[in-house]
């Protein structure tokens, strides 16, 4: 198995199935070595460690799979790399982790312990899709809205301002119509523009 080539790993459609056809990561190569796990930097964090995240992936069974797209691991995932750099079949843990938090969001999966990093993966890419970049204060302030989490490091402002690492008026790049449109075709909301 290890020297086979990913076309020529069965797709079928078990999670396994569906995240080498649309990633192409092999999960069935993993031959459990758990070189990924003993490097990973959250592991301890995690409810299972990426080995194990595999491991359930290739038994090809619906109860381990739901396990996998409710586990906190898949939303724990720095995206690091640490994993590929250590693991022999150089399986790509975080593009497969990425999908798998597209899958879970999708199907209302999002593990409860996990709401706070879905709050700020959606301040994010609303901050870019509005501006074009990345605003600092706009991403702040819609996390704190969306967390209610409003008084938490309320303490850290002041520093951070005088330092000039918060700007409270957001630079804007001028395809801002464009960024919607990408927005549009990638996520399947309409840009205002389409309305
Ligand atoms: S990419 Fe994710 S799974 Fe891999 S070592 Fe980093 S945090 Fe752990
Ligand atoms: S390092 Fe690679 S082969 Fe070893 S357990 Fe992790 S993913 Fe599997």
Redesign the pocket.
């Known amino acids: 198995m290890s020297s086979a080539s990913n076309h020529e790993i069965h797709v079928d459609n078990s999670l396994s199935g569906l995240i080498l056809k649309h990633t192409e990561v092999p999960v069935q190569k993993c031959y459990q070595c758990g070189k990924?796990s003993a490097?990973?930097?959250?592991v301890s964090e995690m409810d299972y460690p990426?080995s194990l995240i595999l491991r359930m992936l290739q038994t090809g069974l619906p109860e381990m799979e739901e396990k996998v797209l409710r586990s906190y691991s898949i939303w724990l995932?720095?995206?690091?790399?640490?994993?590929i750099s250590r693991c022999p079949m150089e399986i790509d843990?975080?593009k497969m982790?990425d999908y798998l938090r597209q899958v879970s969001y999708k199907k209302k999966m999002v593990n409860p312990r996990a709401k706070n990093i879905v709050r700020f993966h959606k301040a994010f890419l609303d901050s870019i899709r509005t501006t074009g970049r990345l605003s600092e204060f706009g991403l702040t302030v819609d996390y704190k809205l969306r967390s209610l989490k409003m008084m938490q490091d309320l303490t850290l402002v002041p520093s951070m301002i005088s330092r000039g690492k918060l700007g409270f008026i957001p630079e804007m790049i001028k395809g801002t119509k464009e960024m919607a449109k990408i927005f549009a075709k990638t996520t399947g909301l309409k840009s205002e523009e389409e309305k």
């Open positions: 990924c490097g990973c930097p959250v990426p995932c720095l995206s690091c790399e640490q994993c843990i975080p982790m």
